[in-house]
């Protein structure tokens, strides 16, 4: 079936680079998501990208795609303390317009 | 301002007392959807609806019902709410753009406690 898996947990420092991964097992989507969820608040798209892309670079964001390893990862530049939250890889799968399969979510905590 | 509100943000009641969740987008999205989020499990699909009158189950609609009788409202009823119901409830609202990317908007959450 269709499935999403992350890890749960990063812990980096004030200033430094953090990388959350994802792997995904449907090939067909044609995008693939990251969503960030701030404590006590619903959830925000943050980035996506076409699958027809290796890379896609958003300020101090940058998501590479893995499409032959079905692997997805979000690095996140000069990491700051506002940038602690949970984030949600998500894929449609074959839900198309319906639903998005999410992963566990990473829970990225910045320490000083 | 474009939003998904929902109502209650928070809600603790007793098992087998009916609960209804109330979910209302101001977008005039076409789709729109109910999630629960669980630790570890990241969110699961409860319900979706494609249109007015049009609804269907996701992957975990047992205990759950819905209806889509305006465009802009989808509640997510509990007829006889039990403890392991308890969880953080979100709904979703999203347009069909041919060939884009489906944004999804997500409502605040609503967090049941069933006791």
């Known amino acids: 079936g269709e499935d999403v898996e992350q890890s749960l947990f990063l812990s980096v420092r004030e200033g430094d680079s953090s990388v959350i991964n994802c792997t995904y097992t449907?090939?067909?989507?044609?995008?693939l998501y990251w969503y960030k969820q701030e404590p006590g608040a619903g959830l925000q798209l943050l980035t996506y990208?076409?699958?027809?892309?290796d890379m896609k670079q958003d300020q101090r964001l940058t998501v590479l795609l893995n499409k032959k390893d079905k692997h997805l990862s979000l690095r996140i530049a000069d990491t700051q303390t506002g940038d602690s939250a949970i984030y949600f890889c998500a894929d449609p799968g074959r839900g198309g317009y319906n639903k998005l399969i999410f992963g566990a979510g990473t829970r990225l905590a910045v320490h000083p | 301002e474009a939003q998904v509100t929902q109502n209650p943000r928070y809600l603790i009641t007793v098992t087998g007392k009916k609960l209804t969740v109330t979910c209302s987008q101001n977008?005039?999205?076409?789709?729109m959807s109910w999630y629960r989020q669980d630790p570890g499990l990241g969110l699961r699909q409860i319900y979706y609806s494609m249109n007015v009158e049009v609804t269907d189950k996701g992957d975990v609609p047992e205990g759950y019902k819905v209806s889509r009788k305006e465009k802009r409202n989808f509640p997510l009823i509990l007829e006889s709410p039990s403890p392991n119901q308890t969880s953080l409830y979100f709904c979703?609202?999203?347009?069909?753009?041919?060939?884009?990317?489906?944004?999804?908007?997500f409502g605040p959450g609503t967090r049941l406690t069933v006791l």
């Open positions: 449907d090939s067909s989507s044609t995008y």
């Open positions: 990208i076409f699958s027809n892309m």
């Open positions: 979703a609202s999203s347009r069909r753009i041919a060939g884009a990317h489906n944004e999804q908007f």
């Open positions: 977008m005039n999205h076409e789709y």
